[in-house]
């Protein structure tokens, strides 16, 4: 079982930045894989990025390529997505997950945080 708790949501103006962390419980952190994803309102949950157990892996969504990054610290059992460059369209709930294997699924993932909110405005 592993329990997932974000934070560092808020409210920033479009172009500036937020850093997002998800801390774990369970000594297992270090064995999965772990994903950002967001859901904006009226919209299903889309991946952002992911984060191979490792660390050495890692994959994002178009949308936010060369703004955002993933990052991880098994010695805190705690994952982070820093954003830059915010946009309005960035508005969103952001989940972070874990997940047994490398992928971009939402399906595939086991574990959920409850969300933090990010709001961008214009």
């Known amino acids: 079982q592993v329990q997932l708790v974000e934070s560092g949501g808020g409210l920033v103006q479009a172009g500036g930045s937020l850093r997002l962390s998800c801390a774990a419980s369970?000594?297992?952190?270090?064995?999965?894989?772990m994903g950002w994803f967001r859901q904006a309102r009226g919209k299903p949950r889309e991946f952002v990025a992911v984060i191979s157990w490792s660390g050495i892996s890692t994959s994002y969504a178009d949308s936010v390529k060369g703004r955002f990054t993933i990052s991880r610290d098994n010695a805190k059992n705690t994952v982070y997505l820093q954003m830059n460059s915010l946009k309005p369209e960035d508005t969103a709930v952001y989940y972070c997950?874990?997940?047994?294997?490398?992928?971009?699924?939402?399906?595939?993932?086991?574990?959920w945080g409850q969300g933090t909110q990010v709001t961008v405005s214009s």
């Open positions: 369970g000594r297992t952190f270090s064995k999965y894989s």
């Open positions: 997950a874990a997940g047994t294997y490398y992928n971009t699924n939402v399906a595939e993932y086991d574990y």
